[in-house]
């Protein structure tokens, strides 16, 4: 039984960082491709960060670059998105989300991941 299950979302001043985690069971961390995404209400979810676990070779949304950081660590079978200068915009549900599918640049649409968590809120003010 796959699991995902997001933490670290809270309201913050915009400028500041945080940092998002993913707990997941050892079964995700044999699939090939990890991503976060947000919603914010009424809009479509939007993937933001995509990082290959066998590769390493991550991708970003140009909204993100610079700010975002997509990260693994396979030991702890943990995933993490570091967000630094926030952002008002950047108030959302951030989901963390996993494929067993294999690409080789691993994707940020929707579509294309099977494994979901539940989601954690980050408000900018």
């Known amino acids: 039984h796959v699991q995902l299950v997001e933490s670290g979302g809270g309201s913050v001043q915009a400028g500041g960082s945080l940092r998002l985690s993913c707990a997941t069971n050892?079964?995700?961390?044999?699939?090939?491709?990890f991503a976060w995404f947000r919603q914010i209400p009424g809009r479509e979810r939007e993937g933001v960060a995509s990082?290959?676990?066998?590769?390493?070779?991550?991708d970003y949304t140009d909204s993100v670059k610079g700010r975002f950081t997509i990260s693994l660590d396979v030991a702890k079978d943990t995933a993490f998105l570091d967000i630094d200068a926030l952002k008002v915009e950047d108030t959302a549900v951030y989901y963390c989300?996993?494929?067993?599918?294999?690409?080789?640049?691993?994707?940020?649409?929707?579509?294309?991941?099977?494994?979901w968590g539940h989601g954690t809120q980050v408000t900018v003010s």
């Open positions: 989300a996993a494929t067993p599918e294999s690409y080789s640049e691993c994707p940020r649409a929707r579509a294309r991941y099977e494994y």
């Open positions: 050892a079964a995700v961390f044999s699939d090939n491709c």
């Open positions: 990082i290959s676990i066998g590769n390493g070779l991550t």
